[in-house]
């Protein structure tokens, strides 16, 4: 399974960000993606997660400003609502296949207040 994000960029606090994770290679096989994000001088933290059959988790931080979303069978989203500073970060997706986590190349998203 090959990930890669994108849709990062610079945004003012209280705007909007969406995104993407594009999925390719073996994509039947994925149980779960999701989305994790490291801050700089942070450790890697797990934003937000959603399953084969539709379940969602998130980090309270984000919970009711942040959506995850399977959008098809290869692409995951993350809509970002009402972004704050401390959501800075590079943001990455993650596959996980049968037990073994499957990584991309992170996109940045800088939130400016």
């Known amino acids: 399974v090959q990930l890669q994000a994108s849709g990062g960029g610079l945004v003012l606090a209280g705007g909007s960000m969406r995104l993407s994770c594009a999925l390719s290679?073996?994509?039947?096989?994925?149980?779960?993606v999701a989305w994790y994000r490291q801050a700089p001088g942070k450790e890697r933290e797990l934003v937000s997660f959603?399953?084969?059959?539709?379940?969602t988790n998130y980090v309270d931080s984000v919970k009711g400003r942040f959506t995850i979303s399977r959008v098809n069978d290869y692409t995951c989203d993350l809509q970002m609502n009402s972004l704050k500073p401390e959501d800075t970060a590079l943001y990455f997706c993650?596959?996980?296949?049968?037990?073994?986590?499957?990584w991309g190349k992170g996109t940045l998203v800088t939130v400016s207040s």
């Open positions: 290679g073996t994509v039947f096989n994925i149980n779960a």
């Open positions: 993650s596959a996980r296949v049968f037990g073994v986590d499957y």
């Open positions: 959603i399953t084969n059959d539709g379940r």
